[in-house]
C-alpha cells in the first residue's frame, strides 16, 4: 500500500511559479513509476508527466513541456513538480500518482494509487 499526499499548491498569476510535492508513505517507494494528472471542473483528469523509478526517464505532455519539471527523491520518498511560466489553462485539481505498470505510464489506468489532489489556481 502507498499513500500520497500533495501540498503546494496556491493562487499565482500568470507568468509565475510554483512548485508541488507529494509526499508517500511505504518502503517501495522507490520501485514505482511516478506522475503528475490535472483535472479541470468539467473536464478528464488529463496526464501531465511521469517519471521513472530511478528517475532516470521523463516524459511530459505537449502541453507542459519546456514548462514542467518533474523531479523525485527517492531517500526522501518525494516527487516535485516545478511549474513555471504558468497559464491560465493551467488551472486544475493536481493529482500524484503511482505506477507499478511500467517506466512511463502515461494513462489513468496504468496508476494504482492517487492522492486527494491540490489546487492550482492561475489567474489572467
Known amino acids: 500500500q502507498v499513500q500520497l499526499v500533495e501540498s503546494g499548491g496556491g493562487l499565482v498569476q500568470a507568468g509565475g511559479s510554483l512548485r508541488l510535492s507529494c509526499a508517500t508513505s511505504?518502503?517501495?517507494?522507490?520501485?514505482?513509476?511516478m506522475g503528475w494528472f490535472r483535472q479541470a471542473p468539467g473536464k478528464e483528469r488529463e496526464f501531465v508527466c511521469a517519471?521513472?523509478?530511478?528517475?532516470?526517464?521523463?516524459y511530459y505532455a505537449d502541453s507542459v513541456k519546456g514548462r514542467f519539471t518533474i523531479s523525485r527523491d527517492n531517500a526522501k520518498n518525494l516527487v516535485y513538480l516545478q511549474m513555471n511560466s504558468l497559464k491560465p489553462e493551467d488551472t486544475a485539481l493536481y493529482y500524484c500518482?503511482?505506477?507499478?505498470?511500467?517506466?512511463?505510464?502515461?494513462?489513468?489506468?496504468?496508476?494504482?494509487?492517487w492522492g486527494q489532489g491540490t489546487q492550482v489556481t492561475v489567474s489572467s
Open positions: 511505504g518502503r517501495t517507494f522507490s520501485s514505482y513509476a
Open positions: 500518482a503511482a505506477s507499478s505498470f511500467g517506466i512511463l505510464p502515461h494513462t489513468v489506468p496504468m496508476y494504482d494509487y
Open positions: 517519471i521513472s523509478w530511478r528517475g532516470a526517464s521523463t
